[in-house]
């Protein structure tokens, strides 16, 4: 049982009260990402009674994580962002029960993950989840609560919710094309103000709160954009027109089969995957060298040989590379997907070049520190 006097600031607002504070209580909400968004979506939820709470992500804290996601401290550097974020929210508020979920979405367990909950919050950080998790909850008709940021801007929007004429919208009407690989760098590229996912996040947060109780207009087909830098904000109507795209899974067995990595051009013929269980043999063929693109300061560091080149400076080091294997390697294995794209462009055709799939978090402990 909740404790009134924990929420009697809340409880006490016009139209809220008791009433409101039992469907949070009763609520299962699932939120996709503990990073920039995902940090404060999940401090405000767990402070306003949200009765369950589903945590996923399986990325480690790093220290250039810390100055926007703000749940962890430099001694959480290196754990699992889900174990962190349970230890902190725990303690916040033990009235709320939290499912500890550190393995990314993919579509043989997306399905199965959101089926137990009420709402999802998209808090995640690239393209393909973003196109997945749209097409999981468009199946399974679960409301859908998006949120980006992109340097000083971000963007909040309610999807696969019906407005008051029964229309409902999802991500690919606003986006029905993913971009091309590139053309919208990631925060580890273009960089990214802290305050700003904090921001969003909390729109985000809000707008769960809305459609939990019954509160307000939530942004239902709407698209909200917001400039920090001079708070210029906007609401658009997103088009109802469904988008013309072979691609678009229709059954849960089409979802299953799809290749959301492929669908979004991030891979590309003659980039290779290596398992991170083949990755440590791999690493030892003639000629072959394994780049770290993280940042130096990032951990656990690799015992086997490597050199450091940061995804940013890539391309301008590139003349630095003389050997004929090249496999990258990063945390989760985004950015060495990103890395592998860049060298592709510029590498010749008798270069081999590979990433380590799932990134470094992945290996077995006998290769990191």
Same mark, same amino acid.
């Given at each position: 049982?909740?404790?009134?006097?924990?929420?009697?600031?809340?409880?006490?607002?016009?139209?809220?009260?008791?009433?409101?504070?039992?469907?949070?209580?009763?609520?299962?909400?699932?939120?996709?990402?503990?990073?920039?968004?995902?940090?404060?979506?999940?401090?405000?939820?767990?402070?306003?009674?949200?009765?369950?709470?589903?945590?996923?992500?399986?990325?480690?804290?790093?220290?250039?994580? /810390?100055?926007?996601?703000?749940?962890?401290?430099?001694?959480?550097?290196?754990?699992?962002?889900?174990?962190?974020?349970?230890?902190? /929210?725990?303690?916040?508020?033990?009235?709320?029960?939290?499912?500890?979920?550190?393995?990314?979405?993919?579509?043989?367990?997306?399905?199965?993950?959101?089926?137990? @909950?009420?709402?999802?919050?998209?808090?995640?950080? #690239?393209?393909?989840?973003?196109?997945?998790?749209?097409?999981?909850?468009?199946?399974?008709?679960?409301?859908?609560?998006?949120?980006?940021?992109?340097? @000083?801007?971000?963007?909040?929007?309610?999807?696969?919710?019906?407005?008051?004429?029964?229309?409902?919208?999802?991500?690919?009407?606003?986006?029905?094309?993913?971009?091309?690989?590139?053309?919208?760098?990631?925060?580890?590229?273009?960089?990214?103000?802290?305050?700003?996912?904090?921001?969003?996040?909390?729109?985000?947060?809000?707008?769960?709160?809305?459609?939990?109780?019954?509160?307000?207009?939530?942004?239902? #087909?709407?698209?909200?954009?917001? #400039?920090?830098?001079?708070?210029?904000?906007?609401?658009?109507?997103?088009?109802?027109?469904?988008?013309?795209?072979?691609?678009?899974?229709?059954?849960?067995?089409?979802?299953?089969?799809?290749?959301?990595?492929?669908?979004?051009?991030?891979?590309?013929?003659?980039?290779?995957?290596?398992?991170?269980?083949?990755?440590?043999?791999?690493?030892?063929?003639?000629?072959?060298?394994?780049?770290?693109?993280?940042?130096?300061?990032?951990?656990?560091?690799?015992?086997?040989?490597?050199?450091?080149?940061?995804?940013?400076?890539?391309?301008?080091?590139?003349?630095?590379?003389?050997?004929?294997?090249?496999?990258?390697?990063?945390?989760?294995?985004?950015?060495?997907?990103?890395?592998?794209?860049?060298?592709?462009?510029?590498?010749?055709?008798?270069?081999?070049?590979?990433?380590?799939?799932?990134?470094?978090?992945?290996?077995?402990?006998?290769?990191?520190?």
């Amino acid at each position: 049982m909740w404790n009134p006097e924990r929420y009697d600031r809340q409880i006490k607002l016009q139209n809220f009260g008791i009433h409101a504070q039992e469907k949070l209580a009763s609520a299962r909400i699932l939120v996709i990402g503990a990073g920039g968004l995902g940090c404060p979506v999940l401090q405000y939820l767990t402070a306003a009674g949200v009765g369950n709470i589903g945590i996923t992500d399986d990325d480690l804290v790093s220290l250039s994580n /810390l100055h926007r996601q703000v749940l962890y401290t430099s001694d959480d550097i290196g754990t699992l962002k889900t174990e962190a974020a349970f230890k902190r /929210l725990g303690a916040m508020n033990p009235e709320v029960a939290f499912d500890i979920i550190s393995t990314r979405i993919t579509t043989k367990n997306a399905i199965r993950m959101i089926s137990d @909950y009420d709402l999802i919050l998209d808090c995640s950080d #690239n393209f393909p989840t973003r196109y997945l998790l749209d097409d999981a909850c468009r199946l399974m008709k679960k409301p859908l609560i998006f949120g980006a940021v992109y340097q @000083y801007e971000g963007q909040v929007a309610v999807f696969n919710v019906p407005d008051k004429q029964g229309r409902t919208t999802n991500y690919r009407h606003l986006f029905p094309e993913p971009p091309k690989p590139g053309e919208v760098p990631d925060c580890n590229d273009a960089g990214v103000l802290g305050v700003l996912p904090g921001m969003i996040g909390s729109i985000q947060a809000a707008e769960a709160i809305k459609l939990i109780t019954g509160t307000g207009e939530p942004l239902i #087909n709407k698209l909200m954009t917001i #400039n920090m830098l001079d708070y210029q904000t906007a609401v658009f109507g997103i088009p109802y027109e469904d988008p013309v795209n072979a691609d678009i899974p229709s059954t849960v067995e089409e979802f299953e089969k799809m290749n959301y990595e492929q669908h979004c051009g991030i891979l590309q013929d003659g980039i290779k995957n290596i398992s991170p269980p083949v990755f440590k043999e791999a690493s030892k063929l003639p000629d072959t060298l394994v780049i770290d693109v993280r940042e130096p300061d990032e951990h656990p560091k690799l015992k086997i040989p490597y050199v450091s080149i940061p995804l940013s400076q890539l391309k301008e080091r590139f003349c630095q590379i003389h050997h004929r294997n090249i496999i990258l390697v990063c945390q989760s294995g985004k950015r060495s997907l990103a890395g592998a794209l860049i060298l592709q462009e510029l590498a010749g055709p008798d270069i081999t070049i590979s990433h380590l799939e799932g990134g470094i978090q992945n290996l077995n402990q006998e290769i990191n520190e």
